[in-house]
């Protein structure tokens, strides 16, 4: 039975990092003023917010809205992320 759960774990992560790989490929083409690494530190913080959490479905959707809620706002992405305003989830 744990075979199959690590197996499912490895399949998981491996399709959610393709996914955010995706988020962050949508983010660049729709925010090509803003440099990609600032884009990447965005989607990290975002994304490092859900460490540890065990629902996993929805974590690329989440993390893409709340990034491209941060970079609509104008959010100076000089300031560290724990400073910045929080946006709720939308």
């Known amino acids: 039975m744990s075979g199959s759960t690590s197996r499912n774990t490895r399949r998981h992560t491996s399709s959610e990092a393709e996914a955010m790989a995706r988020v962050v490929e949508r983010l660049r083409q ?9 884009i990447d530190a965005i989607v990290n913080g975002h994304y490092e917010a859900f460490d540890g959490r065990p629902v996993r479905d929805f974590v690329p959707v989440l993390v893409e809205r709340a990034t491209r809620a941060d970079l609509e706002a104008g959010i100076d992405m000089s300031t560290p992320a724990e400073q910045r305003p929080r946006t709720p989830n939308a």
């Open 30 to 38: 729709q925010f090509p003023e803003v440099p990609p690494d600032a």
